[in-house]
């Protein structure tokens, strides 16, 4: 599934999750607690590096020459041919580390974060499921509560088990949470 095609692209997309898992906490502590009490009755409702840039330049330089120091001048030479002699190719070279640089300090911090998110995604979702297993235990104990709280759980229910399939979807994995 495309980044696109995901229902969380990114950690603030997360926010809502965070936000209903918050709200089931409360409920589950809270048993006179109905959607009227609820700081989110809508949604509720509504869900029923450079020094990386200059080791990548310097292997690049040791893989064309061979690992020879000739090959390295050789390489400078070839650069320096584009004018200027062999300190305009080495300057050459070094904005091509600087570049390079950039773009790999932009990439590794784009996988950090990308990992940071699915470890995030993957801990709401283990709590997502834990929370729903609680839930309805909650609802079967509360056989009795009004009928304001009953709806109050089926709801927060619903929402949970949405989200739940979200996240499933978005893993890839089979829905395993019946609505």
Known sequence: MSKKEKNFKDINSLSTVVLVLNEVDTALKNPTRTILDSEIPEIIGGLSGIG???AAAFAAVVTAAG?????GAVLLKGLAALGGGIWAGLALL????????????LLIKK???????KKEI???YQLALQKN?????AMQKEIDATKERA?????????????IRAMQEDFGYPPSIAL
Request: aromatic share 4%; net charge positive.
């Open 52 to 54: 990386i840039g200059g």
């Open 67 to 71: 690992g020879k120091v000739a090959g």
């Open 94 to 105: 070094l904005a091509g580390v600087g570049v390079v640089g950039v773009g790999a300090s």
């Open 111 to 117: 996988l950090l974060k990308n990992k940071r998110f």
């Open 122 to 124: 993957e801990r709401l």
């Open 133 to 137: 297993d609680a839930l309805i235990r």
């Open 151 to 163: 709806d109050y759980l089926n709801d927060l229910n619903k929402s949970l088990k949405n989200i």
